[in-house]
């Protein structure tokens, strides 16, 4: 089966600085599309970017992603982090061999945004 | 634009007793509806994709047993049962174009927790 792995559980930062979120992931078979969603507190996830094409730059609210096949990573950035900016980052992939609807989560990333 | 509507918002569910839940699609372009768990460390997990109705389909997993039944085109049902966690349960919609690279739009959750 398919895997996604966000390895920090928690990433700080100061306002105003870049931010990076990583995500790698692992599939048998043919993954379609990647996405990052975001989860503001005591709200629904929805989506912030979305791509299926590799080494293509995707960008949204300020915040982009390039997905890299080769390395297998699909990694959030963000040139200069704002307080609003603190919330709870999924990436996540969708297979080509899934049911419409059916995504695959990574644990997720906790942003914290310091003044 | 709110795409589906999801109640209860929030549920305080006694041990060994079953809960339903509810939601209703909005806007008929996203069809294929979907339920989502995530458990108290955050992660989110994929249950069900129900696309017709009459569909139903069950599934445990650790610390609740479900049954979900796609009721009518707009109506999405799911039993909670023998919950030993709390969690929030997450309806979603996607598959404008059918295919399962459409991103989701998340309903606003149900929160269970365990008397």
């Known amino acids: 089966g398919d895997s996604v792995t966000q390895t920090e559980g928690l990433v700080t930062v100061t306002e105003g600085l870049p931010v990076k979120l990583n995500c790698t992931y692992q599939?048998?078979?043919?993954?379609?599309?990647f996405f990052w969603y975001v989860q503001y507190l005591n709200e629904a996830p929805q989506v912030l970017l979305r791509?299926?094409?590799?080494?293509k730059r995707t960008e949204h609210q300020g915040f982009h992603a390039t997905l890299h096949k080769s390395s297998s990573s699909f990694h959030l950035q963000k040139s200069s982090a704002q307080l609003s900016d603190s919330a709870l980052y999924y990436c996540?992939?969708?297979?080509?061999?899934?049911?419409?609807?059916?995504?695959?989560f990574g644990s997720g990333t906790r942003l914290q945004v310091y003044a | 634009v709110t795409l589906l509507e999801q109640n209860p918002r929030w549920r305080l569910v006694p041990r060994g007793q079953a809960v339903n839940l509810r939601c209703i699609l909005k806007n008929s372009q996203y069809p294929w509806m979907s339920w989502y768990q995530q458990d108290l460390q955050k992660q989110l997990q994929w249950l069900f994709t129900?696309?017709?109705?009459?569909?139903?389909?069950v599934k445990s997993l650790p610390g609740a047993d479900y049954l979900a039944t796609r009721v009518t085109d707009t109506e999405l049902r799911l039993q909670v049962a023998n919950m030993s966690q709390g969690r929030t349960l997450y309806c979603t919609c996607?598959?404008?174009?059918?295919?399962?690279?459409?991103?989701?739009?998340f309903g606003h959750g149900t929160k269970l927790s365990v008397l």
């Open positions: 996607s598959g404008q174009g059918g295919i399962s690279n459409e991103r989701l739009f």
């Open positions: 129900l696309r017709s109705p009459g569909d139903k389909e």
């Open positions: 599939t048998t078979y043919l993954t379609i599309a």
């Open positions: 996540a992939l969708s297979e080509g061999t899934q049911v419409v609807g059916q995504l695959t």
């Open positions: 791509s299926s094409t590799d080494n």
